[in-house]
């Protein structure tokens, strides 16, 4: 079995090799070999012109001649030299047979747009790795199969552009197609790939490509799901070194496999749950809608690098005004008050009865009668301010002179403001000149300001992310030979096997004793000192609390033995057919906040690590976050400030603040025994490890091997 640095190594050098491949493959192409049907259709036509007037066509097919001028040749054997891409079209059982042919005749970029593959059926799966095979063998790069014809088309700059271009890159070519119409509200693009079922380069190549490439500023993906995690996380980390924001619209936010768990933490770090995880470790802005990944990809790569987060909110009414207000305010979107100097300028343009300390209020009429010289004071006076980062114009409807007088305003404006602008059109009708004004000016534009103030709030933490970007180790000790012993099995270990686990982890435990009948619980006790808590040991059990079979508070010889037979006659009674090992006689340990940690396995990133409110409440809470391996300490603190019960680590109502650095050590030493241990643990849940001032400790244990 491969360790995951050699996955990453591979990962890594696939990476580097794509990147070399892609960039020639996007160089201007000199001829063009079109596999399939002959088709001389306008449509075509018009096809062929998007690679440019002095690029070279020809069909492949068996019929040979020409047609429209365009010859024909009846393989691609026969192909001129110049041919340096071919666009496949036929039927998907001669796909592999192409592919070869093409690297035989040196052709080495290959768009397949035939479909028939995975998408329909293990058949097509099959014949899908036959063509992956020949991808290899012969040294070509493919593009789908499955995908549409997209790669190559050449999308018109808006006028008065300004900012940066986005580099797109969608597993849905239908989906993908409103984003690029984006052009119409002033979006740029650099260019649009389509990956189809990623036979050969996916997502992550992709993404990697646009990190490294100069003319990109903003990466945009719609993805249905990903091919190599190892892969994706390298291009994520590509982009936050080139400081590339990455805007995703992530499909499949299901609970998949997460019922079917046996312990909290499975059920705790659901799929959606995972890949959240995995966004905010790279910054990853995660959008959930066509509209807002265009809106919020064309803000980012319209907005300068290093902006602040304070807004100044302008609008032509109080209810505008008041909208803007509350829609920033739920977002946690800054917009402080102008300082006073700034109120009082705005006041000698602006009426008395308006509210300008922010948000700026005109009052509507004073767009209409004031001179633009005037109103475009007021738009220096409120960029001039201190407090003031990002200048918010907010336009419900088409208003007529209203609306247009407004636009025509940030149109003026924008080129000379020293502060960025957005702009907010909320009015379907977009014939109007007021939107044809904003679109002209180059400013981002939004369509609600609900997405305005979510992309906004977005921005602001990426700014703040981007200091702490930075690369994870995968590098572990490895499991010692007691750890690996433990491991195998399939199914809950019992409990000697799990302290054999964790104890060689250096995860600090409850000091526990087992007994096997009622005069070891005594003698147990008597070791321990103090007050002991006895539970029932079996690995037929999980939740043995649920069941009744835990019992704190024991102070005695008599009740250790009473509570022993008791535990045994309740456990034969719950699950007459479950081993039982005996019963655990442990250290009762103090008052603390009782916390969840523990590992699970997701299908497509592997091994996962979940920190979260803890005890039998955990599943109801649901006050958890999740990362997939590997993390750091800084992500282990993230985590555990995104949780709802974080403030009572630090004293709440008298109590006294918990050990925030033992609690992170004690983590940090889970995931490292999950990332030592990859596939082999299916399922690690520590429930309740309570944090106390001077320790985290886990009181309770369940370890589910995979066998693997």
Request: aromatic share 6%; with cysteine.
């Given at each position: 079995?491969?360790?995951?640095?050699?996955?990453?190594?591979?990962?890594?050098?696939?990476?580097?090799h794509?990147?070399?491949?892609?960039?020639?493959?996007?160089?201007?192409?000199?001829?063009?070999?079109?596999?399939?049907?002959?088709?001389?259709?306008?449509?075509?036509?018009?096809?062929?012109?998007?690679?440019g007037?002095?690029?070279?066509f020809?069909?492949?097919n068996?019929?040979?001649?020409?047609?429209?001028?365009?010859?024909?040749?009846?393989?691609?054997?026969?192909?001129?030299d110049?041919?340096?891409?071919?666009?496949?079209?036929?039927?998907?059982?001669?796909?592999?047979?192409?592919?070869?042919?093409?690297?035989?005749?040196?052709?080495?970029?290959?768009?397949?747009?035939?479909?028939?593959?995975?998408?329909?059926?293990?058949?097509?799966?099959a014949?899908?790795?036959?063509?992956?095979?020949?991808?290899?063998?012969?040294?070509?790069?493919?593009?789908?199969?499955?995908?549409?014809?997209?790669?190559?088309?050449?999308?018109?700059?808006?006028?008065?552009?300004r900012?940066?271009?986005i580099?797109?890159?969608?597993q849905?070519?239908f989906?993908?197609?409103?984003?690029?119409?984006?052009?119409?509200?002033g979006?740029?693009?650099?260019?649009?790939v389509?990956?189809?079922?990623?036979?050969?380069?996916?997502?992550?190549?992709?993404?990697?490509?646009?990190?490294?490439?100069?003319?990109?500023?903003?990466?945009?993906?719609?993805?249905?799901?990903?091919k190599s995690?190892?892969?994706?996380?390298?291009?994520?980390?590509?982009?936050?070194?080139q400081?590339?924001?990455?805007?995703?619209?992530?499909?499949?936010?299901?609970?998949?496999?997460?019922?079917?768990?046996?312990?909290?933490?499975?059920?705790?770090?659901?799929?959606?749950?995972?890949?959240?995880?995995?966004?905010?470790?790279y910054?990853?802005?995660?959008?959930?809608?066509?509209?807002?990944?265009?809106?919020?990809?064309?803000?980012?790569?319209?907005?300068?690098?290093?902006?602040?987060?304070?807004?100044?909110?302008?609008?032509?009414?109080?209810g505008?005004?008041?909208?803007?207000?509350?829609?920033?305010?739920?977002?946690?979107?800054?917009?402080?008050?102008?300082?006073?100097?700034?109120?009082?300028?705005?006041?000698?343009?602006?009426?008395?009865?308006?509210?300008?300390?922010?948000?700026?209020d005109?009052?509507?009429?004073?767009?209409?009668?004031?001179?633009?010289?005037?109103?475009?004071?007021?738009?220096?006076?409120i960029?001039?301010?201190?407090?003031?980062?990002?200048?918010?114009?907010?336009?419900?409807?088409?208003?007529?002179?209203?609306?247009?007088?407004?636009?025509?305003?940030?149109?003026?404006?924008?080129?000379?403001?020293?502060?960025?602008?957005?702009?907010?059109?909320?009015?379907?009708?977009?014939?109007?000149?007021?939107?044809?004004?904003?679109?002209?000016?180059?400013?981002?534009i939004?369509?609600?300001?609900?997405?305005?103030?979510?992309?906004?709030?977005?921005?602001?933490?990426y700014?703040?992310?981007?200091?702490?970007?930075?690369?994870?180790?995968?590098?572990?000790?490895?499991?010692?030979?007691?750890?690996?012993?433990?491991?195998?099995?399939?199914?809950?270990?019992?409990?000697?096997?799990?302290?054999?686990?964790?104890?060689?982890?250096?995860?600090?435990?409850?000091?526990?004793?087992?007994?096997?009948?009622?005069?070891?619980?005594?003698?147990?006790?008597?070791?321990?000192?103090?007050?002991?808590?006895?539970?029932?040991a079996?690995?037929?059990?999980?939740?043995k609390?649920?069941?009744?079979?835990?019992?704190?508070?024991?102070?005695?010889?008599?009740?250790?033995?009473?509570?022993?037979?008791?535990?045994?006659?309740?456990?034969?009674?719950?699950?007459?057919?479950?081993?039982?090992?005996?019963?655990?006689?442990?250290?009762?340990?103090?008052?603390?906040?009782?916390?969840?940690?523990?590992?699970?396995?997701?299908?497509?990133?592997?091994?996962?690590?979940?920190?979260?409110?803890?005890?039998?409440?955990?599943?109801?809470?649901?006050?958890?976050?999740?990362?997939?391996?590997?993390?750091?300490?800084?992500?282990?603190?993230?985590m555990?400030?995104?949780?709802?019960?974080?403030?009572?680590?630090?004293?709440?109502?008298g109590?006294?603040?918990?050990?925030?650095?033992?609690?992170?050590?004690?983590?940090?030493?889970?995931a490292?025994?999950?990332?030592?241990?990859?596939?082999?643990?299916?399922?690690?849940?520590?429930?309740?490890?309570?944090?106390?001032?001077?320790?985290?400790?886990?009181?309770?244990?369940?370890?589910?091997?995979?066998?693997?």
């Amino acid at each position: 079995m491969r360790t995951a640095p050699q996955l990453v190594a591979e990962a890594r050098a696939e990476l580097d090799h794509s990147l070399d491949d892609l960039r020639r493959m996007f160089r201007k192409k000199s001829g063009i070999a079109y596999v399939g049907r002959v088709d001389t259709s306008p449509q075509a036509q018009n096809w062929f012109r998007r690679f440019g007037d002095d690029v070279r066509f020809c069909y492949v097919n068996p019929r040979g001649g020409e047609a429209a001028g365009v010859p024909v040749y009846t393989s691609i054997a026969d192909v001129p030299d110049y041919v340096d891409l071919a666009v496949v079209k036929v039927a998907p059982a001669i796909v592999p047979q192409v592919i070869a042919d093409c690297g035989r005749r040196g052709v080495r970029d290959v768009i397949v747009f035939s479909s028939g593959f995975s998408e329909v059926g293990p058949e097509g799966a099959a014949l899908e790795a036959k063509v992956a095979d020949a991808a290899r063998e012969f040294g070509v790069r493919v593009i789908g199969p499955n995908t549409n014809d997209n790669t190559f088309e050449q999308f018109p700059v808006p006028e008065h552009h300004r900012g940066g271009l986005i580099g797109l890159v969608t597993q849905s070519g239908f989906n993908g197609r409103p984003i690029v119409e984006g052009v119409a509200m002033g979006a740029a693009f650099r260019r649009w790939v389509t990956v189809g079922n990623e036979v050969d380069l996916e997502v992550a190549d992709f993404i990697n490509y646009f990190a490294h490439d100069a003319q990109t500023s903003v990466i945009a993906a719609y993805v249905e799901g990903f091919k190599s995690i190892a892969k994706l996380r390298l291009a994520l980390e590509a982009a936050n070194a080139q400081k590339k924001p990455v805007v995703m619209l992530k499909m499949g936010s299901t609970e998949r496999g997460a019922r079917m768990a046996a312990s909290h933490t499975g059920h705790l770090a659901g799929a959606d749950a995972v890949i959240d995880g995995l966004f905010r470790q790279y910054g990853v802005i995660r959008v959930r809608d066509l509209d807002e990944l265009l809106e919020t990809a064309n803000l980012f790569a319209k907005m300068p690098s290093d902006t602040g987060p304070n807004c100044g909110l302008y609008s032509v009414s109080g209810g505008s005004t008041t909208l803007m207000a509350e829609l920033a305010d739920s977002y946690g979107v800054s917009f402080p008050d102008l300082t006073a100097g700034t109120v009082d300028k705005l006041y000698t343009h602006l009426p008395n009865y308006v509210t300008v300390s922010n948000p700026i209020d005109n009052g509507g009429g004073f767009v209409i009668a004031a001179p633009q010289k005037q109103r475009l004071e007021v738009l220096e006076l409120i960029a001039a301010d201190p407090n003031v980062d990002v200048i918010v114009v907010g336009l419900t409807a088409a208003l007529g002179l209203l609306s247009d007088s407004f636009a025509a305003d940030v149109l003026a404006f924008a080129p000379r403001s020293p502060k960025p602008i957005v702009a907010v059109w909320g009015s379907v009708l977009t014939n109007s000149p007021g939107y044809r004004d904003l679109v002209r000016s180059g400013v981002p534009i939004f369509r609600s300001f609900r997405k305005c103030f979510r992309a906004l709030r977005a921005q602001a933490d990426y700014e703040r992310a981007k200091a702490s970007f930075r690369s994870r180790s995968w590098d572990t000790p490895a499991l010692s030979p007691a750890q690996a012993a433990a491991l195998n099995c399939d199914g809950i270990l019992d409990s000697a096997a799990a302290a054999s686990l964790l104890d060689g982890a250096g995860i600090d435990r409850a000091r526990e004793r087992l007994a096997g009948s009622p005069a070891e619980a005594t003698e147990a006790l008597s070791a321990l000192g103090g007050r002991v808590a006895m539970k029932l040991a079996s690995p037929d059990i999980a939740h043995k609390s649920d069941a009744g079979l835990v019992k704190l508070g024991v102070a005695d010889g008599t009740s250790a033995a009473n509570t022993y037979a008791d535990l045994l006659a309740r456990a034969k009674e719950h699950a007459p057919s479950a081993r039982i090992e005996g019963v655990l006689v442990q250290e009762q340990i103090g008052s603390g906040v009782e916390m969840i940690v523990g590992l699970s396995q997701d299908p497509d990133f592997g091994p996962t690590l979940t920190v979260g409110a803890g005890g039998i409440y955990a599943e109801i809470l649901k006050d958890a976050a999740t990362r997939p391996l590997p993390v750091d300490r800084d992500d282990i603190r993230e985590m555990i400030a995104s949780l709802r019960l974080a403030p009572l680590l630090d004293g709440a109502r008298g109590a006294a603040p918990v050990d925030r650095q033992a609690l992170v050590e004690f983590v940090f030493r889970v995931a490292q025994l999950g990332l030592a241990a990859g596939q082999r643990i299916a399922e690690l849940d520590l429930n309740p490890v309570i944090v106390l001032p001077d320790r985290a400790v886990a009181v309770d244990a369940l370890v589910v091997a995979s066998g693997a």
